[in-house]
């Protein structure tokens, strides 16, 4: 289990906002395959790969008690491979094809996909259709799987990141059912069973709903034969379930967490008022230049760290987190904290400037026009859009409105998204003396008396 795991899409979805459109290089229509399913296609005539990228809105499995493991232990089990054929067999099939599938599983959302070379991608389309129609689901591999995640987690509890972060969901989470996932406990995969997996699965594939993107060199035509095998094994509609809902805690609190560490862990989080539309794009580029300014004063100026991070992070739809962090020696812990923090006090209280936007601007057209050369990735934030509900020509549009950014629009998108608002600051460091703080603890759990 990665650190806020359901920050898995963060840079998929986050990015669809800014990134999303060097797609305009390619040609993107939208079509209905012959069996009735609507799809986004990119056509890029000199791709070697092709792919279709699929999803549905989700939810199910926050919606139980300690249900949170569901989303982990499902999609996994899933891709172990379909009935009536052996992991190995399934394994060297995936190898002949040279194909790549995914199916990921996130509080609002379940993600999917297939990627291979155009001339494989029939053949690996009909091994995932059976994937999906009927997939294993062997209790001994659940079992197996289970235990993989719990040592996991085990030895993630000795990383100060990992533990600044479980500290911090105490905080911003309250109750949620979020917060069992984010504070990583391993009860969350306790109670999940093959048939709770088969639920969820009854509940969400379904083709009704479904939102699916290519991308590649075939003619749309063709691909949509393709959609439509994927898909052949799929009922029309899913059972009805209830989708959980998330608290959310917006506390100005400070926790400092006793633990030995090879470094002293600083972490700014807190909730923003940033939404996945299009003035995301500001805040995409305000938390890059925010990035450059907190590596220069932790180790440029204090020479305190090797660097420090700045990231919009997306754990639910909206709004988004804001997380800002970094590793330093223990004796300038106390140092490098306020200057971090006066780092993002100035960056509330005066913008960024137009030379900083300048290289921003540029850095991000560079870094889109050479991600939109692969068929994976624009049919990812083509299927990510159409997900999170934005115009139908977002992708074909970004580009436009990463260049039309101005110093007064990110300003001001950082003054009604960030002022005011309250971020929870935790510390991980053997001695919590020299700290001002709100509690002091040993353990992670003790961060729920901080509230």
């Not at 229509?29 to 999803?55: C, K, M, N």
């Not at 600044?164 to 905080?171: G, N």
């Not at 780092?343 to 900083?356: Q, R, V």
Request: hydrophobic share 45%.
């Amino acid at each position: 289990m990665k650190v806020f795991r359901v920050w898995f899409a963060t840079l998929i979805l986050g990015m669809c906002a800014v990134a999303s459109g060097a797609g305009a290089q390619a040609a993107i229509t939208d079509h209905v395959t012959p069996g009735g399913l609507s799809f986004r296609y990119a056509h890029l005539p000199d791709a070697q790969e092709q792919t279709i990228q699929f999803g549905w809105r989700d939810g199910f499995a926050f919606g139980r008690a300690k249900g949170q493991g569901l989303s982990s232990l499902g999609p996994n089990l899933i891709l172990q491979g379909p009935k009536g054929m052996s992991r190995g067999e399934f394994a060297e099939d995936l190898k002949d094809f040279r194909a790549r599938l995914s199916l990921v599983s996130s509080p609002s959302y379940t993600m999917g996909g297939v990627v291979a070379p155009h001339g494989k991608i029939a053949d690996a389309i009909a091994l995932f259709a059976k994937v999906l129609a009927e997939p294993a689901l062997e209790p001994a591999r659940l079992e197996e799987l289970r235990q993989q995640y719990r040592a996991s987690l085990r030895q993630q509890s000795s990383n100060a990141s990992v533990l600044a972060h479980r500290t911090s969901a105490y905080l911003l989470h309250g109750d949620s059912p979020l917060l069992d996932w984010h504070a990583g406990s391993p009860a969350v995969y306790d109670d999940v069973s093959v048939e709770d997996i088969a639920a969820w699965r009854s509940a969400v594939f379904a083709r009704e709903g479904l939102m699916i993107s290519a991308a590649g060199r075939l003619p749309p035509d063709d691909i949509g034969e393709q959609i439509d095998k994927l898909f052949a094994g799929l009922p029309a509609r899913g059972k009805d379930f209830k989708r959980g809902e998330f608290a959310r805690a917006e506390v100005q609190k400070t926790a400092v967490l006793e633990k030995t560490a090879p470094q002293t862990q600083l972490l700014i989080i807190g909730w923003t008022g940033f939404k996945p539309d299009h003035e995301l794009a500001a805040g995409q580029v305000a938390a890059r230049v925010l990035r450059l300014r907190l590596f220069k004063a932790v180790r440029e100026k204090l020479g305190a760290s090797y660097g420090a991070s700045a990231q919009l992070l997306s754990p639910v739809e909206t709004p988004y987190i804001l997380s800002l962090s970094a590793a330093v020696a223990h004796e300038k812990g106390v140092e490098a904290l306020a200057a971090m923090r006066a780092e993002f006090a100035a960056m509330i209280d005066k913008g960024i400037t137009a030379d900083e936007l300048s290289a921003e601007q540029s850095k991000l057209t560079s870094e889109l026009q050479e991600a939109f050369r692969r068929p994976s990735s624009i049919a990812s934030l083509l299927r990510n859009a159409q997900l999170t509900g934005r115009p139908a020509d977002h992708v074909a549009t970004a580009l436009q409105r990463v260049a039309a950014l101005s110093v007064e629009t990110v300003n001001a998108a950082i003054l009604a998204n960030l002022k005011g608002k309250s971020f929870v600051t935790v510390v991980v460091t053997p001695q919590a003396s020299g700290f001002t703080s709100d509690c002091a603890i040993t353990q992670v759990e003790e961060a729920a008396r901080c509230r």
